[in-house]
C-alpha cells in the first residue's frame, strides 16, 4: 500500500542517530534520552527504570541480566554475579580487599598480569565484558522504547575512576556494540540534570554517594558553562559497605546464637545480603525494622534492628567521605560558607545520616529534588544532547571537567615527577623531552603514573611505554619530545617524536591494566551470538514499524470514499490479511511479519489507486488536499508518496 | 579577539577562505588548526605580570564556547582533532595565566630565565643522571628548617611506634602554620616587583626586579615543600 520511503529513511536516519545517556552503576544502571526539553529515564519491557546492575548464566548458558537475573543470586550464586563495577580496570594485586567481603569467583586459570576474569558457571569473562552484558540489556531497552536501533551512547563513570577504569569503560561500551560518544563524571552529569532548570550563578557541591563509590565535586556555575574546580573521592565506598558490615554482623549471630556457620554457603549469604539491604532500606524511614532470613534446614534467623544501631555501624564508613570533602574544598580554595549550593546523588545519600552530615559539612540543607537514583542519567542525557548539536533546553550549557588524579613520569630514584596536576580542566597536555644515556641507544623506556604520592611504588601504573627506533646518534644529542595528552573523557594519549631527526618515534603501550584494542576486537567477534540476536530484534522492529504504518494507513482509506468502490469479497480479503498482520505483528518472527505486510500491501494495491484517483477528483470539486484530509506524517503516509505506484 | 597576523594566507579560514581569528574562524566560526603559540598570545595578551584576571576569565570562557570538544561531536575527524588540541592549549594557558605565581615563573622563562630548582635543565640533568633535583636551602631560613626536619622525623618515629606526642605535633603545627603566613608574605611581595617588570623602561632596574623576583619563587617553592612535607607527616 501506500509506504512512504522517504520519510520513512529519514525517520530512521534520525533515529539511528539518537545518542542514550547511561549510568552503568554499581547497584542498577539507567539509560535515558532527552524527549523535547526534558531528560526522561527509558524503562525496561519490566517497566521499572532501573537496570539492577546483575547477570547471570541460565541453565541453558544464556545471559540474564536485571531484574530477572536477581533471583540466580540466590538460586545459582557460582552462575551469577553483582557489583562487577567494584572490579573495572583493576588487577588481581588490588582486589584482594574486595575478594574478602564479595563473592566474586575469580577463573582459576588467570595468569600474572592478565585483566581479570569472572567464573560465571563453566564460562569466565572479563569485568568489561560483564559490564557489556549490563549496556547491551539497556540498549535493547532503548531500541524497543525507540522501535529503532541505538548506536551511540555516553556513558558516566565516578569522577574519581582512573585511567585504566575509564578505559575499561569504554571497552565495555565498544563490546556491547556502542559507541561511546563521551565518558561524563557522574557528579558532573548530576549538576546538568540539576542545571536544566536552574538556570542559575554559584557555587554548587555535589556529593554522591552510590552502591559502590564516592566522589564529591564542586562546580562553578556561570551562565551555563559548568565548570568543575575540583573533585575527590573514593571509588571503593558505597552502600555496599554498609550492606558487608550488616552482612558480618548477622552471620555472626547466626554463628553464636544458633551455631551454624554459613559464611560459606553462597545461597545463605545471598539470601542475608537481599534481607539486610531490605532492612537498611526501611531504616530511612523507620525507626526499627526486622530481619528476617530463612536458613537451611528449615532454620530461621531474625533480629530487630533499630535506626540508631544501624547509625552507629554505618557511621564508620559515612565518615570516610569526610577527608576526600575536605580536600575538595581545600583544592577549590574554598570554605564551606562559600558554597551556593549542595546536591545529593546516589542512593545512599537517602540515609538520614548521610544527610545530616553533608547539612553538618557545608551549613546548609542539601537539594533532593531529582530522584538521587536518576539523577546521574538525566544528566548523561543532557549531556548526549548537547553532543548531538544541542536544543533550546540546553543551549549555551557546556561542561568543563577536571581530571580527578595527577600524572607523572617515573624518574630516577622511584620517583614521580608530575607532569599534569589534579583538578587540571581536560582536554589537558604536557610535553616532556627526553634522551639517550649512551651511544647508539635506540629504544627510551617510559612509565607513566597516576596519582598523588611522591613514589613511584605508591601510585598507579598507568602503562609503560618504549619509545623505539632512534637515530643512532651519541649519548645526549637525541631530543624526544613526548606529547601527554588527556581527552576530554579523563583518557590518556601519547604521541612521541624525535625532533633532529623528525622522525615519529614508535611508541610500544604496555597498559598496566586492561585489555589490548585485540583483546577488545576478539569480544566483539565473540559476543557475535549476541550481536547476531541484535540484528534479528532489529530487524523484527523495523518491520513491526512498516506493519503498524501499513495498518494506520489502511485505517485511514477505510474512511475514505474509495473504500465504498470496492466489492465485499476485496474488503473480506483486506480484513483477512489485515488479521493475520496484526497476529504475526505481536510475534518475533521477521519472516512472518515481511510476508503479511507484501501481501496486504498487494491486496491494497487497488484500494491505493482508488483513492489517489479520488484525491484528484476532490481538488478538482474545489477542495484543496489539505481538506481532502489524506492524512500527514509517517503514520499515516501522504497517498501521492512514490513507493508502491509503479 | 585574537587575530593572526602572519601572511595572507594563513590569515585564510582552511573551509570558507574568508580572514579568521587565530583559532576559529571569524565568518563561519569552524575551529582551525593549532598555531604555535606561548600562553600570552593564545589569548591575545601582552607578556605582563599584571593581568586583569576577571577578563582573563572570560576570554577562557568565550573561547571554550567555540574550541571545546564538545561542540565538534559530528564534524570532520580533523576538526574533531584541532579542537582537542586548541582546547588543551586553552586550559593550559588559562591555568598557568591565572595563578600568580604560575604565571610568573612561566614568563620568566619565556624571557630565558632559569629558575633553580624547577628549570627544565636542572629536571632534564636530574633525569639524565639519576640524582635527584637539588634543592637549595635558603641561608636565613637553614636553623628553622633543620630543627623543624629534626622535630618531623621524630614524629615518624613516634607515629612508627604507635606513640602520641600531643605537643610535638602542636609545635609542628606551629611552625607550620608560620611557613604558611611567609609563603603569602613571599606572594605579596612577589607581586610588587610586578611593575617594576612590566614598565621595562630602565633595564638595570627590570633585571633587579628579575632577580629579585627569582630568589622569592625559589624561597616560596622550598617553602611549599616543606608544608608538603609536614602535611604528610602529620596526616599519616
Not at chain 1, 329 to 343: F, N, S, Y
Request: glycine content about 6%.
Amino acid at each position: 500500500m501506500f509506504i512512504c520511503e522517504i520519510t520513512q529513511s529519514l525517520n530512521y536516519k534520525m533515529m539511528s542517530d539518537r545518542i542514550v545517556g547511561i549510568d552503568l552503576g554499581t547497584t542498577n544502571s539507567l539509560v535515558a534520552f532527552m524527549q523535547g526539553e526534558n531528560p526522561v529515564v527509558i524503562p525496561g519491557d519490566d517497566g521499572l527504570n532501573l537496570v539492577p546492575s546483575v547477570a547471570a548464566l541460565d541453565e541453558h548458558d544464556q545471559i540474564i541480566v536485571g531484574n530477572s537475573a536477581r533471583k540466580y543470586l540466590i538460586e545459582t550464586p557460582e552462575r551469577s554475579v553483582y557489583s562487577i563495577k567494584r572490579l573495572m580496570g583493576r588487577g588481581v594485586e588490588d582486589i584482594q580487599e574486595e575478594l574478602k567481603l564479595f563473592p566474586f569467583r575469580l577463573a582459576n586459570d588467570l595468569h600474572p598480569g592478565e585483566v581479570l576474569r569472572i567464573q560465571l558457571g563453566q564460562k569466565s569473562f572479563t569485568p568489561p565484558e560483564i559490564s557489556a552484558f549490563i549496556l547491551r540489556q539497556l540498549k535493547r531497552n532503548a531500541e524497543r522504547f525507540f522501535n529503532a536501533p541505538v548506536a551511540k551512547a555516553v556513558i558516566t563513570v565516578p569522577a574519581y575512576f582512573n585511567d585504566a577504569q575509564r578505559q575499561a569503560t569504554k571497552d565495555a561500551g565498544r563490546i556491547a556494540g556502542l559507541e561511546v560518544l563521551r565518558l561524563v563524571n557522574e557528579p558532573t552529569a548530576a549538576s546538568l540534570a540539576y542545571g536544566l532548570d536552574k538556570k542559575q550563578n554559584g557555587i554548587v557541591a555535589v556529593y554522591d554517594l552510590g552502591g559502590g563509590t564516592f566522589d564529591i565535586s564542586i562546580l562553578k556555575l556561570h551562565d551555563g558553562i559548568f565548570e568543575v574546580i575540583s573533585t575527590n573521592g573514593d571509588t571503593h565506598l558505597g552502600g555496599d559497605d554498609i550492606d558487608n558490615v550488616l552482612i558480618r554482623i548477622a552471620l555472626d549471630d547466626i554463628r553464636g546464637d544458633m551455631g551454624m556457620d554459613v559464611s560459606r554457603n553462597g545461597e545463605a549469604v545471598a539470601r542475608i545480603r537481599k534481607a539486610v539491604i531490605e532492612t537498611k532500606i526501611a531504616l530511612s524511614s523507620q525507626a526499627a525494622a526486622n530481619l528476617d532470613v530463612e536458613l537451611p534446614e528449615g532454620k530461621r534467623y531474625q533480629r530487630q534492628i533499630t535506626r540508631a544501631q544501624f547509625e552507629q555501624l554505618a557511621q564508620p564508613i559515612i565518615d570516610r567521605t569526610i577527608g576526600p570533602c575536605k580536600q575538595a574544598l581545600k583544592d577549590a580554595g574554598l570554605k564551606p560558607e562559600q558554597i551556593d549550593e549542595v546536591v545529593l546523588v546516589g542512593g545512599s545519600t537517602r540515609i538520614p545520616k548521610v544527610r545530616a552530615l553533608v547539612e553538618g559539612m557545608f551549613k546548609r540543607a542539601p537539594h533532593t529534588d531529582l530522584n538521587p537514583d536518576e539523577v546521574v542519567a538525566l544528566g548523561a542525557a543532557v549531556q548526549a544532547n548537547i553532543l548531538a548539536g544541542g536544543s533550546e533546553a540546553t543551549e549555551n550549557m557546556l561542561l568543563l571537567d577536571v581530571t580527578p588524579l595527577s600524572l607523572g613520569i617515573e624518574v630516577a630514584g622511584g620517583v614521580t615527577d608530575k607532569i599534569i596536576l589534579r583538578n587540571s580542566t581536560i582536554p589537558a597536555s604536557a610535553t616532556q623531552h627526553y634522551t639517550t644515556q649512551i651511544d647508539g641507544q635506540a629504544n627510551v623506556a617510559i612509565h607513566v603514573l597516576q596519582g598523588e604520592r611522591e613514589l613511584a611504588k605508591d601510585c598507579r601504573s598507568l602503562a609503560r611505554f618504549d619509545l623505539k627506533g632512534i637515530p643512532p646518534m651519541t649519548a645526549g644529542m637525541p631530543r624526544i619530545e613526548v606529547k601527554f595528552l588527556i581527552d576530554a573523557n579523563g583518557i590518556l594519549h601519547v604521541s612521541a617524536r624525535e625532533q633532529r631527526s623528525g622522525k615519529e618515534a614508535e611508541i610500544e603501550v604496555q597498559p598496566s591494566y586492561g585489555l589490548t584494542d585485540d583483546q577488545v576486537e576478539g569480544m566483539i567477534l565473540d559476543s557475535f551470538d549476541y550481536a547476531e540476536e541484535d540484528f534479528r530484534q532489529r530487524q523484527v522492529i523495523e518491520a513491526r514499524n512498516e506493519a503498524a504504518t501499513i495498518l494506520a494507513a489502511l485505517e485511514k482509506g477505510r474512511q475514505s470514499p474509495a473504500w465504498g468502490q470496492l466489492s465485499s469479497a476485496e474488503k473480506k480479503q483486506i480484513a483477512k490479511l489485515e488479521n493475520s498482520l496484526v497476529q504475526v505483528k505481536a510475534e518475533d518472527d521477521y519472516a512472518a511479519i515481511r510476508k503479511a505486510i507484501d501481501t496486504l500491501n498487494q491486496a491494497t494495491m487497488r484500494l491505493a489507486e482508488l483513492m489517489m484517483d479520488s484525491a484528484v477528483s476532490t481538488a478538482l470539486t474545489g477542495k484543496t488536499m489539505d481538506e481532502a484530509d489524506l492524512g500527514e506524517g509517517p503514520s499515516a503516509p501522504h497517498p501521492v508518496a512514490k513507493a508502491e505506484f509503479k | 579577539m585574537v587575530v593572526l597576523n602572519s601572511n595572507e594566507d594563513a590569515n585564510a579560514c582552511w573551509s570558507c577562505g574568508k580572514m579568521r581569528a587565530a583559532h576559529f574562524c571569524t565568518s563561519c566560526g569552524r575551529v582551525q588548526p593549532p598555531a604555535p603559540a606561548d600562553h600570552f598570545s593564545f589569548f591575545g595578551i601582552p607578556r605582563k605580570l599584571n593581568l586583569d584576571v576577571a577578563r582573563l576569565e572570560r576570554d577562557f570562557y568565550e573561547l571554550s564556547r567555540k574550541l571545546h570538544p564538545d561542540l565538534y561531536g559530528s564534524a570532520h575527524a580533523r576538526e574533531q582533532e584541532w579542537s582537542l588540541e586548541q582546547t588543551s592549549k586553552l586550559n593550559d594557558a588559562y591555568r598557568t595565566l591565572k595563578d600568580p605565581i604560575g604565571r610568573t615563573q612561566y614568563l620568566l622563562r619565556l624571557e630565558g630565565v632559569e629558575l633553580e630548582e624547577q628549570s627544565k635543565t636542572a629536571t632534564e640533568k636530574a633525569r639524565a643522571t639519576g640524582e635527584i633535583k637539588k634543592q637549595v636551602v635558603p641561608p636565613d631560613l637553614l636553623e628553622d628548617v633543620f630543627e623543624l626536619n629534626m622535630q618531623l622525623e621524630e614524629l615518624r618515629m613516634q607515629k612508627k611506634m604507635g606513640e602520641d606526642d600531643p605537643a610535638l605535633m602542636e609545635e609542628i603545627g606551629k611552625q607550620k602554620l608560620s611557613l604558611e603566613t611567609k609563603q603569602d608574605a613571599l606572594l605579596h611581595e612577589l607581586r610588587g616587583y610586578w611593575n617594576d617588570w612590566d614598565s621595562a623602561g630602565d633595564e638595570a632596574n627590570r633585571a633587579r626586579a628579575r632577580d629579585r623576583m627569582v630568589d622569592l619563587l625559589n624561597r616560596r617553592n622550598y617553602i611549599r615543600n616543606l608544608v608538603r612535607d609536614v602535611n604528610e607527616v602529620l596526616e599519616n
